[in-house]
């Protein structure tokens, strides 16, 4: 239909930027459901393969979701069980520090003279003064509680997102082939067997790279709690947890993660000869999974060119943050599936 009437034609512009600003501002909106929705389908197609394997080894699909959930719980238990030793003992420590050293101290003013004897320049009453005059200041109270408030709310936006992910997953996991089905009802019949073909395939290789992310994970945890365990670092199990998450995250999150490790040795075991050992392991490490494990483990899970991997990461890290990460690869891969089967075949029959 065309339109003549210039006003018409004007109205109906304004009209659809309007609506797309509507759509827009109900995306943003909506960002936290959908990075919920999108994180619980990534991990329900990444357990799929394992529920998949035990439904051919005779075991029924109810019980192959418990048993895999069980799993993914119990890594979540055994990180909060490493954590609470150190917690507790900390606590503990600052609590004692506090009752028997601290307070003593800054009441019979030995702390303020030690303070000045060693930072001379520095003039300790005066800095204490204004700490004071901040702290008394009614807008710099109400302000230290809005952060201390806003701190708290980030941690258990954090936790009920989680929980949500959680459930959600679990509700993707128990019905994704009754929603694949209803995906691909929705395709014409004469290109429904080429979508069903793509979609598996596209399906198989998220499951494949999340099995394989996790596979480096795993490795990376067993060794450096052999490693922490034989060189006699303290809180060894927390520090190898924190080397399997941080190698969970593609590109950055195995080096990240042994910088962490290597300040925990530090701060743990003190300045010493332990610290050395434990940096030029991770140093040594990084390189065999970069030129060793990764290529051949990622090779068999999607196969994708190294410097496609690179920018993916990055984009999405960019974008959506660890999530976009996490699944930058596999999109990467689900469009390399997509040129090579459906564009590529398009273009040669031109």
């Known amino acids: 239909m065309k339109i003549h009437n210039p006003f018409r034609l004007g109205l109906l512009a304004g009209l659809g930027v309007l609506v797309a600003l509507l759509i827009g501002s109900a995306v943003g909106d909506l960002s936290s459901i959908l990075t919920y929705l999108g994180a619980a389908i990534f991990l329900a197609l990444g357990l799929d393969p394992l529920v998949t394997w035990l439904e051919k080894h005779h075991v029924k699909r109810p019980l192959a979701i418990l048993i895999?959930?069980?799993?993914?719980?119990?890594?979540?238990?055994?990180?909060?069980?490493?954590?609470?030793?150190?917690?507790s003992e900390q606590v503990a420590t600052l609590t004692r520090f506090i009752t028997y050293i601290l307070i003593p101290r800054i009441q019979d003013n030995s702390l303020i003279s030690d303070i000045s004897t060693a930072l001379p320049w520095l003039q300790v009453e005066t800095v204490l003064d204004q700490a004071g005059d901040f702290i008394v200041d009614p807008t710099n109270i109400s302000s230290i509680g809005g952060g201390v408030?806003?701190?708290?709310?980030?941690?258990?936006?954090?936790?009920?997102?989680?929980?949500?992910?959680?459930?959600?997953?679990?509700?993707?996991?128990a019905s994704l082939g009754s929603l694949k089905r209803g995906l691909y009802q929705l395709v014409p019949a004469s290109k429904r067997h080429g979508f069903i073909s793509l979609a598996e395939q596209i399906s198989q290789s998220v499951g494949r790279y999340v099995m394989g992310q996790v596979t480096l994970a795993l490795v990376n945890g067993v060794l450096s709690f052999i490693v922490l365990s034989v060189i006699g670092i303290k809180y060894a199990a927390l520090l190898a947890f924190v080397a399997f998450l941080g190698s969970l995250i593609p590109l950055v999150g195995t080096i990240s993660a042994s910088v962490l490790i290597v300040l925990g040795t530090l701060l743990f075991n003190g300045a010493g000869w332990e610290v050395l050992v434990v940096a030029v392991y991770y140093v040594v490490y990084m390189q065999v999974e970069a030129y060793l494990l990764s290529p051949r483990i990622m090779a068999r899970a999607v196969k994708v060119p190294g410097v496609v991997v690179v920018i993916a990461a990055l984009t999405g890290g960019t974008l959506l943050g660890i999530l976009g990460a996490l699944i930058a690869i596999p999109v990467a891969a689900a469009i390399q599936l997509i040129l090579k089967e459906v564009v590529v075949p398009r273009q040669n029959a031109l």
């Open 149 to 173: 408030l806003q701190a708290g709310i980030t941690v258990a936006t954090g936790l009920f997102g989680g929980v949500i992910i959680l459930i959600l997953m679990v509700y993707f996991i």
């Open 68 to 87: 895999t959930l069980v799993g993914v719980l119990g890594i979540f238990a055994g990180l909060v069980f490493a954590l609470i030793p150190v917690i």
